[in-house]
């Protein structure tokens, strides 16, 4: 390669490894061999080896017999005759994808992040990247933990399958309107019966978790007859609508300095206690969102 840059060779035989970036400016001839075997980037990339100097140049593309070539590559070969002039790769590009259609982005068959944390959260990390590109600033999408002093869960006894349980705990998972558990708990009961007391209490914290994700909060503890709520630093709107709430009837609330409220449960029993709970936060999803609009 030294050599033929240096002009001590007049020719160059070589890999398609020359297409990455090799500058000569001294070569004015190209021969590809076989070149219905290429790709239409390929040969734009090779064939721009040659010519860039100013004297002219000329990329002789050898194929075997013309009956032989298949349709594709009879459209590549004409792609690349129609487009040789300079700024020509747009036009070779839209070409390209006509030719080779846009992808399996929604395909089995696709490979990379994209299949590894699924489309709608590769949709996501690109509209983040591309904020964060722009300065705009990104919306953290919240996650809240919901802890509940009671079992929930789908069990193998009501729902035998592995793969049909994995693919109800994905929906669960990104359910965001409560109107969505209903038919949920309606299409449970319809394939599988009666839902026992734990599928129960998992719908219940679903709905927990819908309530709290709208409400801007990250987390949510029930326990001991106490209800803690914590909101996210990032919706600090959040924690300042429930301040009435907590100055309406300091009996039953508290703030913290940091924004954590913290809620009494009067009623007896697990049950009753879930059930206030319930209506509490319902109450604080509605002052934080009257408030958000």
């Not at 590559?73 to 004409?78: I, Q, S």
């Not at 109107?179 to 839902?195: Q, T």
Request: glycine residues 8%; charged residues 25%.
């Amino acid at each position: 390669m030294a050599d033929f840059r240096a002009g001590r060779l007049d020719v160059l035989v070589a890999t398609t490894v020359i297409e990455v970036g090799v500058d000569v400016p001294e070569a004015t001839v190209m021969v590809i061999l076989d070149a219905d075997r290429f790709g239409i980037a390929q040969l734009h990339q090779l064939r721009g080896r040659v010519g860039r100097a100013e004297e002219q140049a000329f990329a002789y593309l050898l194929v075997p017999d013309e009956g032989r070539l298949t349709a594709e590559a009879r459209k590549r070969l004409k792609v690349l005759m129609e487009h040789s002039d300079l700024g020509s790769g747009f036009q070779i590009a839209m070409s390209d994808l006509s030719i080779r259609g846009g992808g399996t982005i929604l395909g089995a068959s696709q490979s990379g992040h994209i299949a590894a944390v699924g489309y709608d959260m590769f949709l996501q990390l690109m509209e983040e990247a591309v904020a964060e590109l722009k300065g705009e600033p990104v919306a953290q999408p919240l996650d809240p933990e919901i802890n509940l002093p009671l079992s929930a869960y789908l069990s193998e006894a009501y729902v035998p399958d592995i793969d049909q349980r994995m693919t109800l705990y994905r929906r669960l998972a990104r359910i965001t309107e409560l109107s969505e558990i209903g038919d949920v708990r309606r299409e449970l009961n319809d394939r599988f019966g009666a839902l026992p007391e734990e599928a129960t209490n998992l719908l219940f914290k679903i709905m927990l978790k819908v309530l709290a994700r709208a409400s801007g909060m990250t987390r949510l503890d029930i326990k001991d007859r106490r209800m803690v709520m914590y909101f996210s630093e990032h919706r600090p709107h959040a924690a300042q609508a429930v301040v009435d709430l907590v100055l309406a009837d300091p009996e039953r609330y508290e703030m913290s300095p940091d924004g954590v409220v913290k809620a009494r449960l009067m009623q007896p029993g697990t049950l009753g206690q879930l059930a206030q709970a319930k209506n509490i936060l319902q109450a604080v999803y509605q002052r934080v969102n009257s408030q958000g609009n």
